[in-house]
């Protein structure tokens, strides 16, 4: 649901320059605007990705589109890009928003757990998941996440209903379709989390298997649904381009079953236990 921008909280940080903005749902958004240093491209692949991420149940933020007015911005300078030494104005209009887990000022955040805490995180088997997804739209980038403290329900991964503990979210998916330049190139480990740990459970393909085939029977709805969210001004002149995007897409969703054995062939195997 489209939203408006009310408080700055602070810079995030990044090479989008994003910053966390409270909306007037108040819930708190990380916003990557319009004209970020790294093209209005990634805001098109960060909801696309939202959309495939959330028909794929895979844990990651709610996104929204979230509106920065003029006079949001006059009222608040900090809310600026920069670009060497010149300071960039954010251009007013709809920009992406991720949903941040929840206040800012109680909730702990990370970007990091020590591996003695990773095997307790409770949704450890969504980075097989997202390294489905990944391969799939050729994320350039390595896979981002984000750990924080919880009230789990339900009795999985060995927590008892109602009990504090980790859980993951992916985030941060701009640099799918290659980031600004939506095309699909191939490598072993593009796309895999830097920290091994979380794969160790991986014996063979079939640990795959569940998000593989709802990959290759993607459902053409879904995408459509994802197109017709994007806002026109973040496709202005690259319509054809897009439909091409989509086109490529679909053809590739075949080839992941062989893009995920190809990562035991980089320079080291991610997957110790797969024999």
């Known amino acids: 649901m489209p939203l408006t921008a009310v408080r700055h909280v602070r ?42 991420l959330e028909y794929l149940k895979i844990a990651a933020p ?59 995180v409770v949704n450890l088997e969504d980075f097989r998941a997202v390294l489905v997804f990944d391969k799939w739209v050729a994320n350039a980038d390595g896979r981002q996440s984000v750990f924080y403290r919880a009230m789990v329900h339900g009795n999985g991964a060995g927590h008892e209903a109602g009990r504090p503990g980790f859980v993951a979210r992916m985030i941060d998916n701009g640099f799918a379709f290659n ?53 026109p001004n973040w496709l202005d002149g690259e319509e054809d381009a897009f439909d091409q995007l989509l086109e490529q897409l679909y053809a590739r969703s075949k080839r992941v079953p062989q893009l995920i054995e190809a990562c035991r062939e980089g320079r080291s195997n991610p997957f110790p236990n797969w024999k």
């Open 179 to 231: 980031g600004p330049n939506w095309d699909f190139p191939d490598s072993a480990v593009q796309g895999l989390y830097a920290r091994r740990t979380v794969y160790e459970s991986v014996r063979s393909l079939d640990d795959f298997r569940p998000w593989l085939d709802l990959v290759t029977h993607f459902p053409e709805e879904v995408v459509d649904r994802a197109w017709k969210g994007v806002p």
């Open 11 to 52: 810079k995030m940080r990044g090479g989008a320059q994003a910053h966390l903005l409270e909306a007037d749902d108040s819930h708190w958004y990380v916003v990557k605007f319009r004209n970020n240093p790294q093209h209005r491209r990634i805001l098109v692949n960060e909801l696309l990705s939202a959309v495939f």
């Open 62 to 120: 709610e996104t929204a589109l979230i509106q920065v007015s003029g006079a949001f911005l006059e009222a608040n300078p900090e809310v600026h890009l920069t670009l060497g030494s010149r300071r960039i104005a954010v251009e007013p209009g709809w920009h992406f928003g991720s949903r941040y887990p929840g206040d800012p000022d109680r909730t702990a955040v990370y970007d990091f757990l020590p591996d003695a805490l990773l095997p307790k």
